[in-house]
């Protein structure tokens, strides 16, 4: 029950609120309550192991979604993007996916561990407005995207959050467009990189199109 409760409060929270500083703290405190709930079931012995790891999994999505939601309204706000936007979805045809990598795309979060993410955008999709590139535009997102989820405030972090496992993490930007990540991992991608996306799930943004891309 106290679960609920503090998901509706964050949900309640986001509609409410333009502010990204606001938004963190909402964040910020939902995760703490999360994490003490989920740890008392834990030690007590009424959830086992793959139930405590699912429901840490479980809250970083809910805030990977939020979050993800929020910059995009403010892409649509701002007059950078213009997409269809149905009941307070923004990520739904934006063609902007998160997939979640390892740990947390096997559902195996624990109190410590970093979420490993890559981010894509299909060019296809994104209907970009704005003055910038789209890529620019999408990578200065996944920048805010990261301080909303990692950066220490007065209120904690809510996920350590690592964008390293993207193709070529040395020489690419934090947001890769899908037709250039399919093209790296068909002709230069390593075999690790490839086992990698053996856990990987589509966990915000346009989850279609985040099936569409793991399916080609």
């Known amino acids: 029950e106290l679960l609920e409760q503090t998901l509706s409060s964050l949900n309640d929270g986001f509609s409410k609120t333009s502010s990204i500083a606001e938004f963190m703290k909402l964040l910020r405190i939902a995760k703490a309550r999360i994490a003490l709930v989920i740890a008392i079931a834990d030690l007590s012995g009424k959830w086992d192991l793959t139930k405590s790891t699912k429901g840490l999994s479980d809250f970083a999505e809910t805030a990977l979604n939020l979050s993800v939601n929020f910059l995009l309204r403010d892409g649509v706000n701002s007059g950078n993007l213009s997409h269809n936007i149905l009941n307070d979805d923004y990520s739904t045809n934006s063609g902007y996916v998160i997939l979640a ?39 200065k997102m996944t920048q805010k995207l990261v301080k909303i989820m990692s950066d220490r405030t007065a209120d904690g972090y809510v996920f350590r959050t690592d964008l390293r496992l993207r193709p070529d993490p040395g020489a690419t930007p934090v947001a890769l467009s899908m037709e250039g990540a399919e093209i790296y991992y068909q002709t230069v991608g390593l075999n690790w990189e490839r086992a990698a996306m053996i856990k990987a799930r589509p966990i915000a943004g346009d989850i279609e199109e985040g099936h569409n891309f793991l399916e080609r």
């Not at 490993?116 to 910038?132: A, M, N, Q, S, T």
């Open 101 to 139: 990598m390892g740990k947390l795309g096997g559902y195996e979060l624990n109190y410590s561990s970093d979420i490993d993410l890559i981010v894509l955008f299909d060019l296809e999709i994104v209907k970009y407005c704005g003055k910038r590139s789209p890529q620019d535009f999408f990578v």
